[in-house]
């Protein structure tokens, strides 16, 4: 009963499209297990590229049958036409599983994470836009819709009417907004249902029932470590479990069938939207790593902002998803530094400290503590094994190891799925 759970172990992009996909030929099942479209996942398949938002990257692999888990959040426009823009590719996506317990994206939802946003101001979080926020707190709060919800037209218009009780006033009375009409916006959910409908199944069970009969199952995380509602940079996190237990809570699996856990883990570090980042650069490092690395977001198209790698994260990360390994990404774009700084501690109003501390005004005042490192100038996209990359960026993969607490079992030099160095196999 193989189970692997594969996610970011930074602020998110840290390559999961590319390894989940990478990984799909070999696995029965690949669950998306929570966030939502807020997520932007790309596959280079040959001279295609793909960019995921919904949709579990191992929808690319014919034998594999992607599963959206019961802890996603759904916006049914973008799951239609996710699957039709693929459709027109000619990917086959009628295999899909879905949830019925996995909670919509209402447009209400939407509307609320945009006005929130606004009205915070220079507080913002810099969310998505995709209405992930609001569509957690309606689910935390009992007043969500489920996709189950949209076949039982009664009881989708009795929930959508609750929501709208208050959200209504919150729109009209604070954010100065119109009111949203109750019957617009069951009518639009209506009109998705029968669309829907072939997808919808039991996926707990189905899940489970595949562990049984020794079925392969990936799991693959949205966002990152650093951006867990609980484990993340709060408030400046995103609203859902990117971490290792949010697999078993957001696809109804036990603890104790997950085998591995694998931490995608760029060479060095991004951040899309507001909040902390110890290593951020704002010089022509910084600038080159963003265009270098090409670093900008899949689905806001903004620019990301880069830094140099965090250990104290990294190390974090194993602690709190128990890694297993890690899928190193994104080396290739290190080559042509002479020097790579790498932060191995952070100083905190003059003390030094080794682990990510739980105050957030300390995290806050974190000036990272750098050791530098020799880098290499030798083209490294053609290497297939450790001993074809050069002695200073072996060296640098061995230093990242050590300071991160699990084994580096692959790494990424390019976009392709073939260009990827395998150290230790993940099934
Ligand atoms: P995700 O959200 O974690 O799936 O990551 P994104 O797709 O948002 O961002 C990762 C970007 O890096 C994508 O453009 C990938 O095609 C690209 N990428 C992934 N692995 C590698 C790698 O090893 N080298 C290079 N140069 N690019 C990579
Ligand atoms: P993938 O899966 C990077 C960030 C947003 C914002 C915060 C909250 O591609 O790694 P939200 O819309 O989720 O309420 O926004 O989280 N964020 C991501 N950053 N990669 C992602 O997904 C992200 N999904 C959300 O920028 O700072
Ligand atoms: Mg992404």
Redesign the pocket.
Known sequence: MPALVLL?AQ????G?GKATDLLGGSVDYVVRYQ?GN????TVVVGDQKYALHLLPSGILSPTCVPVIGNGVVVDPSVLLSELSGLNERGVDTSKLLLSGNAHIITPYNVTV?KVTERFLGKRK??????G??PTYADKINRVGIRVQDLYDESILTQKVEAALDVKNQILTKLYNRRAIAVGQVVEELLGYAEQIKPYVADTVLVLNQALEDDKVVLFE????TL?DIDHGTYP????SNPTAGGACTGAGVGPTKISRVIGILKAYTT?????PFPTELFDEDGEALRRIGGER????GRDRRCGWFDAVIARYATRVNGLTDFFLTKLDVLTGWEQIPVCVAYEIDGRRVEELPYSQTDFHHAKPVYETFPGWSEDITKAKSFSDLPKNAQNYVRALEEMSGAPISAIGVGPGRDETIEINSFL
Request: no cysteine; aromatic share 6%.
């Open positions: 970011g602020w998110g992009d840290e999961k966030g807020n997520a932007g996942h994470d979080i810099g969310t998505t836009g995709r992930i926020g995380g949205g966002q990152g951006l400046f996190v995103t609203s951040r899309v939207g507001a909040g977001g899949v689905t806001t």
